[in-house]
C-alpha cells in the first residue's frame, strides 16, 4: 500500500484495512519495474514541465519536483534507495520518496497523469533503448559470421535438402543466407518502432483529462513522433510489447536453426565443423567426449522466447477494455525475452569466433550423392540442344548407370557416358569438378565466388 511522506495510504482514505500481506507479495512488480527508473523518472520530468508551462503548476513547485526527481535518479543510481516492496512498483516507490525529499508539493507530481499512462510509456522508452542494444549486438554477430565467410569463400560443401546431398555450394554462401536473417532481424526491430513511437503520457486512467496539457510537448521531449489518438486504447494496448516478443522470438529462431546445422554438422557422422575446446564441455562419465552443449543451450532458448509470446497473447487475448492488472505481466515477459536474446547473441558471437570448417570433409560429402547431376543437365541444354525436361531423364539414366556400377559421376568414362549420350565429348567432364560446380552459379544471388565476395563487401560497408 502506498504512503506519502505521514505514512498516510495514498488510498488509505478509501481502503481502510491494510491489504494482506500474500496480495501484497504477489501484486507488487517492483522487483521486476525498478528496472524502469530512469524511465520513469525521465517521463516525470517531462510531465512537469509541460504542466509548468501550461501554468497548471508553479515554476517553483516545477524545479523542486524536478529537483527530487533527480536526487532519486542519483539514490537508485549509486544503491542508495530504499526500495519497498509496499508501494507496489517503482513508480509509487518514487513518489514516495519524493514526498520525503521534498514534502508536500510532490502532491502535484501525478496531476492530470495515471499509473496507466505513465507505466506504458516507461515501457515504450525502454522498448526504444533496448532495440537499439539488440541491433548493435546483432551488428557484431553480422560482423563475425562476415569473418568466418570471409575465410571459406572457396570452402565446398554441399548444399542440402531434405538432409540430403542437393547441389555443391560455398560454406561462405551458407554463412551469408544467416547475415540476410540477421539484417532482416535488425529491421524488423527497427520497423516496430515506427508503431511504437506514439506517446501514450497524458490519456492519463482511461479518459484524457481536463486540465488543459500540452501531449505534443511532451511527446518532443521523450522523443516521440506525437501523442497517442485514444486514450481507452493507449492504456489497452500492448501491440508493442507483442511486436518486440515477435521479433526476439524470430531472432532467437535464427540462432537455433544455425547451430541446429553445426550440431549436425559437428557430430561424429559428419565432422564438417571444428569446435575449439573454448565452447564444449565433457562428459563426466565419458572421458573421449566434447559435447557441444553451448549450442544446444542456443537452441533451446527458443523455447523460452517462443513462450514469452504466448504468454503475452493470452494475457490478452479476451481481456476487456481497458487496464487490468494481468497487463502488469508484461514487464517480466519482455524483460525476460529481451535478455534471453542478448545472451543468445553474445554467445553466439563466440561459438562463431570458435569454429572452423573441416574443409577435407566437406568437400568428401561433397564428392557423394551425384552432386553435381544438375550442372551435367545444364550442360546438355547448353551444348546438345535440348530442352531441360529431355536433359533432366538423360543425366537420370547417367545417373543410374553410375549408381550400378558404384561408381560417382566424376569415375564415368567418356565412353560410358557416350553409350548413354553419344552426342558428348570430353568437354562435358569438367562439369563434375566440384568447384567450378559451385563457381558457375553467377545468377544474382547464386554461390560463385565473386558474387559472395560481393555481397561481403556490401555487408562489411553497411553499419
Ligand atoms: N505496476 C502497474 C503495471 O505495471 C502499473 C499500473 C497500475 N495501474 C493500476 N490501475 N493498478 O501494470
Redesign the pocket.
Known sequence: MTKNKNNQAIWGSRIKANTSTLFQKVGS?LDI?KRLYKEDIAGSIAHVEMLFKQKIISFKIKNKIIYGLNKIEKEISNNKFEFNKKY????MNIENRLFQIIGEEAGYVHLAR???D??ITDLKIWVKSATKEINSTINEVIKNTLNLAEKNVKTVMPGFTHLKNAQAVSFAHYLMAYVEMFNRDKKRFLNNLDNLNENPLGVV?LTGTSFNIDRNYTSKKLGFRKPTNNSIDTVSDRDFVLDFLYCVSVCSMHISRIVEDLIIWNSDGYKLINLSDKIVTGSSVMPQKKNPDLLEYLRGKSGTTYGNLFSMLTILKGLPLS?F?D??D??EIIFKSNDVLIDSLKIFIEVLKNISSNKYKMLELTEQGYITATDLADYLVKNHSMSFRLAYRKTAEIVNFAEKKKKRLNELTLEELKKIEPKLTNNVLKVFDLENSVNSKISYGGTSFANIKKMIVKYRKQK
Open positions: 512488480s519495474d507496489e512498483d517503482i513508480h495515471s499509473r496507466n505513465q507505466v486512467a487496464y492488472k497487463l502488469q508484461d514487464k
